[in-house]
């Protein structure tokens, strides 16, 4: 399973979708594709609206998840037409129904997209609001029964505070669920971390612009920072 934020799809711009930048993307997914890797993705909508921060001025919470969840839904199409685009075939299934322009989410249809090859990505997070779409893409690789879980993100992994902020963080290159939830680091909402732990999902967190890196990762090398009770070669043999 891959996670995607809403904003890797933007590149330099402050807004909206890189075309450049959701085809570098697609690019990259092609590889593991073409390695025979079953490939779930969720992606984010931070980059078109972020229902959390809407709320934050004054919108219904409710109302303003729902918006976020349909910014999801775009960029779900747009990477899809990306990788069509390449030659991968790839389905999306949203949480909400919205018929004309995607399947509704059914486990056992994503399961089959699956077995026959096919990327799919799930669109509007869980269908409920309060939920992040780090807890959404969590719960599907749970239904799914992926072996693993990469978050995309712009820096190299895990930090002990905001890289960006601190230039003094200090990098981490392998943790516990446990420690995660414990130093607050804020690499997934508290929820997403807890379901994970539940069911000892290794997740790993990255740097997408490095080119290869999702191969890279896949492929067994210690790229970023692994977030797992077990030693990510040995579930790998």
């Given at each position: 399973m891959l996670k995607l934020s809403g904003e890797a799809l933007m590149g330099n711009q402050g807004f909206g979708i890189s075309p450049e930048m959701i085809n570098n993307v697609a690019g990259e997914i092609k590889e593991i594709v073409d390695l025979g890797v079953e490939t779930g993705i969720v992606v984010g909508g931070g980059n078109i609206f972020r229902g959390i921060a809407a709320s934050s001025y004054g919108m219904d919470r409710t109302a303003a998840d729902h918006m976020g969840m349909l910014a999801t839904v775009i960029n779900c199409l747009a990477l899809q037409g990306a990788l069509e685009r390449m030659g991968i075939q790839t389905r999306v299934q949203t949480a909400l129904s919205i018929n004309k322009v995607a399947e509704p989410y059914i486990l056992r249809k994503a399961v089959r997209h699956l077995e026959k090859g096919r990327v799919v990505i799930f669109g509007a997070g869980t269908g409920n609001p309060y939920f992040t779409t780090d807890t959404a893409a969590v719960l599907r690789a749970q239904e799914i029964h992926a072996e693993i879980f990469l978050k995309a993100t712009k820096v190299d992994g895990l930090y002990?505070?905001?890289?960006?902020?601190?230039?003094?963080?200090?990098?981490?290159?392998?943790?516990?669920?446990?420690?995660?939830?414990?130093?607050?680091?804020?690499?997934?909402?508290?929820?997403?971390?807890?379901?994970?732990?539940?069911?000892?999902?290794?997740?790993?967190?990255?740097?997408?612009?490095?080119?290869?890196?999702?191969?890279?990762?896949?492929?067994?090398?210690?790229?970023?920072?692994?977030?797992?009770?077990?030693?990510?070669?040995?579930?790998?043999?």
């Open positions: 002990d505070s905001d890289p960006v902020k601190n230039h003094d963080a200090i990098f981490i290159k392998k943790t516990s669920y446990m420690d995660v939830l414990r130093k607050q680091l804020e690499v997934m909402d508290v929820t997403a971390v807890s379901l994970a732990m539940d069911n000892s999902l290794p997740l790993v967190i990255f740097n997408l612009n490095v080119s290869g890196n999702i191969r890279n990762v896949i492929c067994g090398e210690e790229i970023g920072t692994l977030i797992t009770n077990t030693n990510i070669h040995d579930m790998m043999r």
